[in-house]
């Protein structure tokens, strides 16, 4: 694996000191913006049932609840408000994520079906947010959880995925901003990246490059989400060398330097720790057009549908009697009859892997990549929703048999 990391690094040696010139796209295919579909009734619609349970869902959440853990780390009164339990407790390490969510469910709820009655109360979610930020009074930092968080990670002590957290709020508010025309959640949004470009610079000058990696890639404690696609976004939207840097310092070289020779080493790594920085690759290939971050996706993509995944179009185990396995993890490759059990293809997993699928539609416009989302989608989507009661979903499948 080592020597895999130094050729990738090689590889990429050229471009390290200076962003790249934004590359214009040559994809084959364009999606739709939403506003452009509507799902029409008919008499059996699985995702026009799954869109109104969505609605449901929606509008069953109260927006103070969702506050109280922002609110609290601003030492803003709680009073009357009932926290939210599960890993959204006042005691989760990853509270408030759960509203960063609900932010680009109303986006898209508005766009989908102009839902101005969630749009309203995201757009009180981002104001309470906005006053949240202004006492916090830390050079733009945003989130349910004190940025002694990340004092925290700088000494490798535990605590659970602070860069996933916000990198996820940041999504809210930029989908907020780009989807409703909130011009607010955009201003918050870049503060949010001015605190993360100076804590990250911070952290580069500070410590050994060994260092910084323990931090970000040695644990699934540390899971950092789809931070570098963020920032690659960001950098192809604006062309703000810093947004490229900071994505740069997310990519860990020797997981994607495995793929970009289409190595398998998959085994026992924590799945959905490791869809989001392959997605971080294609958007980088998508803003650069360095062939190395295309072979990167389209390498991943081929090890996990040929080697990694169910017959449903799901991937990773559950519970097995040979070899590797392990909840939420890659087992060995083509073993997977051995891993069948009541905890199989996280939902998570499934999610992010659309993704990747999606861009491999727009790049080439393959029907095998849209034969490859439909069993995905029909298998790991449509059937997680409880359709009696709005918000009771599966976390994992069953695949196993009497289980």
């Known amino acids: 694996m080592c020597d895999i990391k130094k050729v990738f690094l090689l590889i990429l040696s050229v471009s390290l000191a200076n962003a790249l010139p934004i590359s214009p796209s040559n994809n084959k295919l364009t999606p739709f913006f939403l506003q452009q579909v509507n799902l029409i009734e008919s008499p059996h619609s699985p995702s026009l049932d799954g869109q109104l349970l969505n609605q449901a869902y929606l509008d069953l959440l109260p927006v103070d609840r969702l506050l109280y853990t922002y609110y609290q780390n601003a030492n803003i009164s709680v009073e009357g408000i009932e926290p939210l339990g599960g890993w959204e407790s006042p005691y989760s390490d990853i509270r408030g994520v759960f509203l960063a969510f609900y932010l680009q469910a109303s986006a898209k709820a508005y766009l989908a079906y102009n839902d101005t009655h969630q749009l309203a109360k995201a757009y009180y979610l981002v104001e309470q947010l906005y006053r949240v930020q202004q006492i916090l ?42 989807l409703t025309g909130l011009t607010l959640a955009g201003t918050m949004m870049h ?22 990696h323990t931090m970000i890639f040695s644990t699934t404690d540390y899971e950092y989400g789809g931070i570098s696609d963020f920032l690659y976004e960001q950098y192809g939207l604006t062309g703000d060398i810093r947004f490229f840097w900071m994505a740069q310092q997310f990519e860990d070289g020797e997981f994607l330097g495995a793929l970009s020779l289409n190595a398998d080493f998959l085994t026992g790594l924590h799945a959905n720790s490791h869809v989001p920085p392959v997605l971080g690759g294609g958007r980088r290939y998508g803003v650069t057009g360095e062939p190395e971050y295309r072979a990167i996706l389209e390498n991943f993509y081929s090890i996990v549908w040929n080697n990694h995944t169910y017959s449903t179009g799901g991937s990773n185990g559950g519970n097995g009697s040979v070899g590797f396995y392990q909840q939420e993890h890659y087992s060995d490759a083509n073993l997977l009859s051995q891993t069948l059990w009541n905890n199989n293809q996280e939902f998570c997993v499934q999610y992010n892997m659309l993704k990747v699928i999606r861009v491999l539609i727009e790049w080439t416009g393959d029907v095998e990549y849209a034969n490859a989302y439909e069993r995905v989608f029909v298998n790991s989507i449509w059937g997680t929703q409880d359709p009696s009661e709005p918000g009771h979903m599966l976390y994992s499948y069953p695949l196993g048999a009497n289980v």
């Open 137 to 178: 009074n830390e050079s733009g930092f945003l989130a349910a959880w004190p940025s002694e968080h990340l004092r925290k990670l700088e000494r490798l002590e535990k605590v659970w995925a602070p860069i996933y957290c916000y990198e996820k709020l940041l999504r809210g508010l930029s989908d907020m901003s780009t």
């Open 191 to 212: 503060e949010m990246l001015e605190y993360l470009y100076t804590w990250v610079d911070h952290c580069i000058k500070a410590y050994p490059i060994s260092h910084w």
